[in-house]
């Protein structure tokens, strides 16, 4: 049932969303992959996701920063795909710092791309899917759009932020068959978690060691990472025709950190 769809996938270059286009890709829907990086390696990717499953898979290189180039990769894909059947809003940036020490660029930066590239994706995504009257939303929050942790203002903000997003956009289009929900991952082993921990240890006083074990790994009871599979495994779920009737979810998938 996904196969032939379109699926867009924000900050898909690496970590989470790489994974997640690759499952769509394996579920036979045409891709178009988004994200900084190596231009060899995203070339990779794609050719190996295109030969590998036999679909179409662009790359588009906006800045989820800008508004104006994510409404021209908005505009490009539906040009050419007739729509984007599922639009995966992932990219996302952290910074770790105390509110009082925090970069006013970064903080701007943060709640731009984590959030505000959200609503600049959605609102050219939605024409199409009302025209379809099919369409999957899925945004990539985080356990931080359900609770707080010390200097993460910038990305707590914004990650609650998505959650509100998330929960409007799903009342605005719950009868033109078409479902907004957020994922809420905890911790995955992602360049994203690599680069803030020495940030974190700062912050903290404390090694790395400790932030593994007593602040990433502390935070969620299973005591493991998340993996990128399983997050990518719930996005198929929620695109699926099984999940019509979820809409509106804010959808832990973190170790039961979120349970207290
Ligand atoms: P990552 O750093 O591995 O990947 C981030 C992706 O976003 C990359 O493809 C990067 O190129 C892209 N990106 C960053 N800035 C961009 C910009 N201005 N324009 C376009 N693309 C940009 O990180 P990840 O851990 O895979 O994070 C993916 C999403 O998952 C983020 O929204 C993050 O907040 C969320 N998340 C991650 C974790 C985790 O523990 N890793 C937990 C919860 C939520």
Known sequence: MLRGKTALITGSTSGIGQGIAEA????????VLNGFGDPAEIELLRSRLAADHEVTVRYDNADMSKG???TVMMDKAIAEFGAVDILVNNAGIQHVAPIDDFPIEKWEAVVAIDLMSSFYTIRRALQAMKARKWGRIINVASAHALVASPY?????AAKHGVAGLTKTVALEVAEQGI??????PGYVLTPLVEKQIPDTAKARGITEEQVIKDVLLAAQPTKQFVTVEQVASLCLF????DAASITGAIMPIEGGW???
């Open 24 to 31: 769509f890709a394996a579920k036979g829907c045409n891709v």
């Open 68 to 70: 104006e180039a994510i």
């Open 152 to 156: 993460k203002s910038a990305y707590v």
């Open 179 to 184: 479902t907004v929900n957020a994922v809420c």
């Open 238 to 241: 929620l695109a699926s025709d």
């Open 258 to 260: 979120t349970a207290h």
